[in-house]
Nanobody, 118 residues
Framework: VQLQASGGGLVQAGGYLRLSCQAR????????MGWFRQAPGKEREFVAA????????YYMDSEKGRFTVSRDNAKNTVYLQMSSLKPEDTAVYYC????????????WGQGTQVTVSS
């Protein structure tokens, strides 16, 4: 599956953004999807994940209540709605896909930059 993330940009603290990840390939609907981010000088970290059914969601503790992950299988797209953004949310955000029941994400998008100004 090929992934392309979009929707990043510059936003003030307290603002919101919705990231999209468009997938190409028939395996999207059978894939678990994840969002990760990498800030300058830091390691990539997990942000959120969504099961292939869309029923189960997982979030990094600091994002619970601020971020919401969802998917539209008809559009082959997964979303990350981010609200109450903080300067520490500044990072390149990546979407990724994996097969259910596996741990690693073998498929990655190119990333979209999110910058939150104070």
């Amino acid at each position: 599956v090929q992934l392309q993330a979009s929707g990043g940009g510059l936003v003030q603290a307290g603002g919101y953004l919705r990231l999209s990840c468009q997938a190409r390939g028939r395996t999207f609907i059978s894939s678990d999807m994840g969002w990760f981010r990498q800030a300058p000088g830091k390691e990539r970290e997990f942000v959120a994940a969504l099961s292939q059914s869309g029923v189960s969601t997982y979030y990094m503790d600091s994002e619970k209540g601020r971020f919401t992950v969802s998917r539209d299988n008809a559009k082959n797209t997964v979303y990350l709605q981010m609200s109450s953004l903080k300067p520490e949310d500044t990072a390149v955000y990546y979407c990724a896909a994996k097969l259910p029941g596996t741990r690693d994400y073998p498929y990655w998008g190119q990333g979209t930059q999110v910058t939150v100004s104070s």
